[in-house]
């Protein structure tokens, strides 16, 4: 905080996003008394959290139940050297705080799972999908269809990655698109080659994905996806329906 103040700190620190039209001083209101939670503190949730606390997002959840080692740090940018071996929800929140004190920071140093993910989304507004393996992400999936939550979704692999935003009941969920399973290289990042931009672009973009849909403005990239190819630089939208049997969101 300045010494001018908390009102002062929060015109000046915000000064560049709310002299847009699309957020102006409502809109960064609107974004204070939000609430996201981002499911994994890895490659994608370090971009993703550290935007959405630079951008005053009133409340982050933060879910993941593992330490700092040595091969995160090509990537999750969250973290330094000094944290190697603390948990990362931990260090996430102090990263997250020193960046804005304004922003609080909520740690559920879990595994998510059938069992908890619906009681752990409920409390917030939106859901930031970071995961690095496909069973977390279906589970993920289904409880913000169940719950109403809209969904950004991301995946990362070697140079490549896939983005989406769900709006349950409106748009189509992840289920719809991938009703079995990716290919194997979409399944978990742990063992395959990730190029540590990759997370830095496509987390990034959840961040912003995240910042529409809870201010309403734009076109949220629903009802398509994004699929970025690094090495070519390409960028790609695929377009798809909902799948009127979907087992996770046909009846909504
Ligand atoms: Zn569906």
Same mark, same amino acid.
């Given at each position: 905080?300045?010494?001018?103040?908390?009102?002062?700190?929060?015109?000046?620190?915000?000064?560049?996003? +709310?002299?847009?039209?699309?957020?102006?001083?409502?809109?960064? /209101?609107?974004?204070? &008394?939000?609430?996201? @939670?981002?499911?994994?503190?890895?490659?994608?949730?370090?971009?993703?959290?550290?935007?959405? /606390?630079?951008?005053?997002?009133?409340?982050?959840?933060?879910?993941?139940?593992?330490?700092?080692?040595? &091969?995160?740090?090509?990537?999750?940018?969250?973290?330094?050297?000094?944290?190697?071996?603390?948990?990362?929800?931990?260090?996430?929140?102090?990263?997250?705080?020193?960046?804005? *004190?304004?922003?609080?920071?909520?740690? $559920?140093?879990?595994?998510?799972?059938? #069992?908890?993910?619906?009681?752990?989304? &409920?409390?917030?507004?939106?859901?930031?999908?970071?995961?690095?393996?496909? *069973?977390?992400?279906?589970?993920?999936?289904? /409880?913000?269809?169940?719950?109403?939550?809209?969904?950004?979704?991301?995946?990362?692999?070697?140079?490549?990655?896939?983005?989406? +935003?769900?709006?349950?009941?409106?748009?189509?969920?992840?289920?719809? @698109?991938?009703?079995? *399973?990716?290919?194997?290289?979409? /399944?978990?990042?742990?063992?395959?080659?990730?190029?540590?931009?990759?997370?830095?672009?496509? #987390? &990034?973009?959840?961040?912003?994905?995240?910042?529409?849909?809870?201010? %309403?403005?734009?076109?949220?990239?629903?009802?398509?996806?994004?699929?970025?190819? #690094?090495?070519?630089? $390409?960028?790609?939208?695929?377009?798809?329906?909902?799948?009127? %049997?979907? *087992?996770?969101?046909?009846?909504?």
């Amino acid at each position: 905080m300045s010494e001018k103040g908390p009102i002062q700190d929060s015109l000046s620190r915000y000064a560049r996003q +709310t002299i847009l039209k699309e957020v102006g001083i409502e809109g960064q /209101a609107r974004l204070a &008394s939000s609430s996201v @939670l981002v499911v994994g503190a890895g490659g994608l949730g370090s971009a993703a959290l550290y935007y959405l /606390a630079a951008a005053g997002v009133g409340r982050l959840g933060i879910v993941d139940y593992d330490q700092v080692s040595l &091969s995160n740090l090509q990537r999750q940018i969250l973290y330094t050297s000094a944290d190697l071996g603390n948990n990362k929800v931990d260090i996430a929140a102090l990263r997250l705080q020193a960046l804005n *004190p304004a922003v609080r920071t909520d740690k $559920h140093q879990v595994q998510i799972n059938a #069992g908890n993910a619906q009681s752990i989304i &409920s409390g917030y507004d939106l859901v930031v999908d970071a995961v690095d393996n496909l *069973p977390t992400r279906y589970i993920v999936n289904d /409880a913000c269809c169940a719950l109403g939550k809209p969904l950004v979704e991301a995946a990362v692999s070697g140079f490549d990655g896939l983005l989406m +935003t769900i709006i349950p009941g409106k748009t189509p969920c992840y289920r719809c @698109l991938f009703p079995s *399973p990716l290919p194997d290289e979409y /399944a978990s990042q742990v063992g395959n080659g990730i190029m540590g931009m990759v997370p830095g672009v496509i #987390g &990034s973009l959840e961040a912003l994905e995240a910042i529409k849909v809870l201010l %309403n403005i734009g076109s949220p990239l629903s009802g398509r996806f994004l699929s970025f190819r #690094g090495l070519d630089m $390409h960028f790609e939208e695929i377009i798809l329906p909902r799948d009127p %049997n979907c *087992p996770a969101c046909s009846g909504l």
